[in-house]
């Protein structure tokens, strides 16, 4: 598959594989050991306009916005299939192009067929109303149509994954789409379009352009052709992305992120809440958007807690994701393991104190990869930067708490809201803690879990709109209601009129 894309066209348009109109390229870089793993297809700004072009006269005159929903169903089945018979090699170039372990990206591949099957079976159900209106000669119906045009606009650190959540949805509504990943992961989406065009989905439906956001941005938000833009990403992206859209009242959904407390009661069993926060803040080295960054623990605990913690961070085998030793890989890119050093400088700067990590890893044979070791600051303060920006690296605050009120107030103090943990033996101290607590997913002693079927998003600055579930995919619906009077008659309103 990963020979399929080398030197072949990897945009996708109108049901064309082209290179891009201006000849651009770039280098796609694995973070491993900082060679090249392909070179791909740079779209320009007109490849851009092509491409929603393409989605737009799909939509408005093609087949696929009125195919029957068993049809829909079919394709979506069969999508599931060819990646399924393709998990391994996806699997594999994922971890190339991520750094993430093959572990990770083979969890990655399995949920991304869970979540074509997932949206394959909800449009199964159907979503329409009929409404009593009290008078026998109306018939009253709510229905769910595609909402139109998409933009669907993924980041890096779950590229095929939430990629997949906007395109699994937007197909089983009926929307047409151009997919834009981000420009440093182009690799699994443009092997998951390969599959897309294989089962038969109509040309114009998908579209596939890959290149910055900077480059092709405006093309596929700042225009009255795209109906709805799907976004994934950081803040500051999310918020040129609305007001691009706030000029053509156009819809969007956004993600942006979060910094997620984990917070630890006393009571809450010791190993297994230590391995948790562990595994909440480090996995894919806190590339998560709902990494469990900021642990908030009581200070009875709080020595011995983030001792514990330390130790088991100071063993975490970093290295690369394809060897099969390493439990965490690299940072995506130099230049992101250069945003996540800065912000340790700052956390230092600011008075937290350094428990370990705060440096690359000493090893030689990891010296060309850009990896950074588990690190933890303990004695942090709410007002503190490093606690409450988003670092999306394996950087792990410690807050400490003496009153449940206290807990929740600072679990709550984030201007994001994506996910939050809670560790307790008590039960209605655990129920009050996740309704008090003001973020889209709450685990209650279990933390980074989540299913298809359960919505996705957050409070605050977190976003806007849910991705899976129900909501998942109503984001890519428009709702209609039909008035049909089977008996008309003179209404008489203007009865002097006549
Ligand atoms: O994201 P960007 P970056 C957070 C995380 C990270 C920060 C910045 O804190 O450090 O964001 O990461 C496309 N119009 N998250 O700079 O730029 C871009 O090409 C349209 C959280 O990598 O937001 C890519 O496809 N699109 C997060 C996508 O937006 C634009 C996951 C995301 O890139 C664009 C990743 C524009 N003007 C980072 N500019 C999460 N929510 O999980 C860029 N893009």
């Given at each position: 598959?990963?020979?399929?894309?080398?030197?072949?066209?990897?945009?996708?348009?109108?049901?064309?594989?082209?290179?891009?109109?201006?000849?651009?390229?770039?280098?796609?870089?694995?973070?491993?050991?900082?060679?090249?793993?392909?070179?791909?297809?740079?779209?320009?700004?007109?490849?851009?306009?092509?491409?929603?072009?393409?989605?737009?006269?799909?939509?408005?005159?093609?087949?696929?916005?009125?195919?029957?929903?068993?049809?829909?169903?079919?394709?979506?089945?069969?999508?599931?299939?060819?990646?399924?018979?393709?998990?391994?090699?996806?699997?594999?170039?994922?971890?190339?192009?991520t750094?993430?372990?093959?572990?990770?990206?083979?969890?990655?591949?399995?949920?991304?067929?869970?979540?074509?099957?997932?949206?394959?079976?909800?449009?199964?159900?159907?979503?329409?109303?009929?409404?009593?209106?009290?008078?026998?000669?109306?018939?009253?119906?709510?229905?769910?149509?595609?909402?139109?045009?998409?933009?669907l606009i993924a980041p890096w650190n779950y590229p095929l994954l939430q990629m997949?959540w906007k395109?699994?949805?937007?197909?089983?509504?009926?929307?047409?789409?151009?997919?834009k990943p981000s420009e440093v992961t182009p690799?699994?989406t443009?092997?998951?379009?390969?599959?897309?065009?294989?089962?038969?989905?109509?040309?114009?439906?998908?579209?596939?352009?890959?290149?910055?956001g900077?480059?092709?941005?405006?093309?596929?938000?700042?225009?009255?052709?795209?109906?709805?833009?799907s976004f994934t990403g950081g803040v500051?992206t999310g918020?040129?992305?609305?007001?691009?859209?706030?000029?053509?009242?156009?819809?969007?959904?956004l993600e942006l992120g979060?910094?997620?407390?984990?917070?630890?009661?006393?009571?809450?069993?010791?190993?297994?809440?230590?391995?948790?926060?562990?595994?909440?803040?480090?996995?894919h080295?806190?590339q998560v958007c709902?990494?469990?960054?900021?642990?908030?623990?009581?200070?009875?605990?709080?020595?011995?807690?983030?001792?514990?913690?330390?130790?088991?961070?100071?063993?975490?085998?970093?290295?690369?994701?394809?060897?099969?030793?390493?439990?965490?890989?690299?940072?995506v890119s130099?230049?992101h393991?250069?945003?996540?050093?800065?912000?340790?400088?700052?956390?230092?700067?600011?008075?937290?104190?350094?428990?370990?990590?705060?440096?690359?890893?000493?090893?030689?044979?990891?010296?060309?990869?850009?990896?950074?070791?588990?690190?933890?600051?303990?004695?942090?303060?709410?007002?503190?930067?490093?606690?409450?920006?988003e670092?999306f690296?394996?950087?792990?605050?410690?807050?400490?708490?003496?009153?449940?009120?206290?807990?929740?107030?600072?679990?709550?103090?984030?201007?994001?809201?994506?996910?939050?943990?809670?560790?307790?033996?008590?039960?209605?101290?655990?129920?009050?803690?996740?309704?008090?607590?003001?973020?889209?997913?709450?685990?209650?002693?279990?933390?980074?879990?989540?299913?298809?079927?359960?919505?996705?998003?957050?409070?605050?600055?977190?976003g806007?709109?849910?991705?899976?579930?129900?909501?998942?995919?109503?984001?890519?619906?428009?709702?209609?209601?039909?008035?049909?009077?089977?008996?008309?008659?003179?209404?008489?309103?203007?009865?002097?009129?006549?």
């Open positions: 598959m990963l020979d399929e894309l080398c030197g072949a066209p990897n945009l996708y348009i109108d049901g064309k594989w082209v290179h891009a109109a201006g000849g651009g390229t770039r280098d796609i870089v694995n973070p491993a050991d900082g060679t090249v793993i392909v070179t791909v297809d740079e779209a320009d700004r007109a490849d851009a306009v092509t491409a929603v072009a393409a989605a737009r006269a799909a939509f408005d005159t093609g087949g696929w916005p009125r195919t029957s929903v068993a049809e829909r169903i079919a394709v979506l089945e069969r999508i599931a299939e060819l990646l399924g018979a393709t998990r391994d090699e996806l699997a594999r170039i994922e971890t190339l192009d750094g993430k372990t093959l572990r990770e990206s083979h969890i990655d591949i399995d949920d991304v067929i869970a979540v074509f099957r997932y949206y394959a079976r909800l449009a199964a159900t159907g979503a329409d109303r009929l409404i009593d209106t009290g008078n026998p000669a109306i018939i009253s119906r709510v229905v769910r149509e595609p909402a139109g045009v998409c933009a997949s395109i699994a949805p937007a197909l089983a509504a009926g929307c047409t789409m151009v997919a690799l699994s443009i092997a998951l379009v390969r599959l897309i065009d294989r089962a038969g989905v109509p040309a114009g439906v998908v579209n596939l352009i890959q290149s910055s900077a480059t092709v941005g405006s093309a596929l938000t700042d225009t009255p052709d795209v109906d709805l833009i500051a918020e040129s992305i609305a007001r691009n859209a706030a000029a053509h009242i156009t819809r969007v959904a979060g910094k997620n407390p984990h917070i630890v009661f006393p009571d809450a069993d010791f190993d297994s809440a230590v391995d948790a926060v562990l595994t909440g803040a480090f996995l080295s806190g709902s990494a469990g960054t900021r642990l908030i623990v009581h200070e009875s605990i709080a020595e011995s807690f983030v001792a514990e913690l330390a130790r088991r961070a100071e063993r975490i085998r970093v290295g690369p994701g394809m060897d099969p030793a390493s439990e965490t890989g690299p940072l130099e230049q393991r250069a945003n996540v050093e800065a912000y340790v400088a700052l956390g230092i700067s600011e008075g937290a104190k350094l428990v370990t990590g705060g440096a690359r890893p000493s090893d030689a044979a990891l010296a060309a990869g850009s990896y950074y070791l588990p690190t933890i600051f303990d004695e942090c303060q709410r007002w503190m930067r490093i606690v409450q920006e670092t690296g394996p950087i792990l605050t410690v807050e400490r708490f003496t009153t449940e009120a206290e807990a929740i107030a600072l679990g709550n103090d984030t201007a994001y809201g994506l996910a939050a943990g809670v560790r307790t033996a008590d039960p209605a101290r655990g129920e009050r803690l996740v309704r008090a607590l003001r973020h889209g997913t709450v685990w209650l002693n279990d933390f980074g879990y989540y299913t298809p079927a359960a919505e996705w998003g957050g409070f605050g600055r977190s806007i709109g849910r991705e899976l579930g129900p909501s998942g995919l109503a984001e890519y619906q428009e709702t209609k209601h039909i008035w049909h009077n089977t008996a008309p008659a003179v209404g008489g309103w203007f009865a002097g009129n006549n």
